[in-house]
């Protein structure tokens, strides 16, 4: 079962439908809403959808309640701040509602990117430049970043926590499921790690992890510590597919316009778990159909 992501081609209103056409076209499921989206588009994109047979299969949550102006974030789920975080869970809350009103079950948590002191555009331009390798500037400023990040773990987990603890039971009351993100750089939350430990502590509880090949490349590109118990542990348990490559350091491109590192190449969740394809506006429509062709592929293939 495979849904485009929204970030393929944002929607300009609640009934915009370039997506749903899409969509149609590739003969997918459904499409999930994220980029571009807001809690007031639901309803109408829903209806959008259902006219041409197609499911609202996901959400990324918090959603804003109308379109975002020009410097304006959205508050987030792993913020520091307590009245920050209850802000988001609120923006959370009402998404819950909205997405599940119109037959939703997947609610991917996004819990926004973390303010640290190390430059994360420093690390980018010194992977661009080859310059992560031992004793070069880029290594030492990433390394910066992995200290400063475990300096903050125990915060970052407990913003986590917080906010998916606040969650859980307008998830189970709607019967959704909150799908965690995977964290692939220092800046990011939570880190895979930090993923698994939250679903255990929630064990029973409608929670669970996605496969990003694209993050997690990113995640070994930058070398940092990832076992393959682990990864095989992530794609075994993942309750959704996030279907995109990395480019650089950078995910969420359309599959086969970027990279995959060959350990989560050889991997892969069961061939029964929803598959979101993702990507960036400007990917043609032939190059969002080739994805959806390699994504299906995939998982009609066992991994080795």
């Known amino acids: 079962m495979v849904f485009l992501s929204s970030d393929l081609r944002p929607p300009r209103g609640p009934t915009d439908d370039r997506l749903v056409r899409l969509a149609v076209e590739i003969e997918a499921a459904g499409i999930q809403l994220g980029a571009g989206a807001d809690l007031g588009m639901i309803a109408g994109l829903a209806a959008v959808s259902a006219h041409e047979g197609l499911a609202i299969g996901a959400a990324v949550l918090p959603l804003p309640e109308r379109p975002l102006s020009r410097g304006r974030r959205l508050p987030r789920l ?18 819950l509602d909205a997405m599940t009103a119109v037959g ?5 948590l996004d819990f926004g990117g973390l303010a640290l002191k190390s430059p994360a555009a420093g690390v980018a331009r010194a992977f661009a430049r080859r310059e992560l390798g031992e004793d070069e500037p880029g290594a030492r400023l990433l390394a910066a970043a992995v200290d400063e990040r475990r300096m903050h773990a125990a915060e970052v987990m407990d ?10 039971k307008n998830a189970e009351r709607l019967r959704a499921t909150l799908v965690l993100p995977v964290g692939p750089t220092p800046w990011d939350a939570p880190s895979p790690r930090e993923a698994r430990e939250l679903v255990a502590a929630f064990e029973g509880a409608p929670v669970g992890l996605a496969w990003d090949p694209g993050r997690l490349s990113v995640l070994l590109a930058l070398g940092l510590a990832i076992s393959d118990d682990s990864l095989r542990e992530l794609a075994a348990s993942a309750v959704v597919t996030l279907d995109g490559d990395a480019v650089g350091i950078a995910a969420g491109y359309v599959s086969g316009l970027g990279e995959r590192d060959p350990r989560v190449t050889s991997l892969a969740p069961p061939p029964e778990t929803p598959i979101v394809v993702v990507g960036t506006a400007d990917a043609t429509d032939e190059e969002i159909v080739a ?8 998982a009609a293939t066992p991994a080795a």
């Open 78 to 95: 792993g913020s520091p701040a307590r009245d920050e975080r209850e802000a988001a869970i609120a923006l959370a809350r009402q998404g």
């Open 159 to 168: 913003a986590c926590r917080w906010s998916v603890e606040a969650l859980v």
């Open 291 to 298: 994805a959806v062709r390699r994504a299906s592929t995939r």
């Open 104 to 108: 939703a079950r997947l609610a991917l």
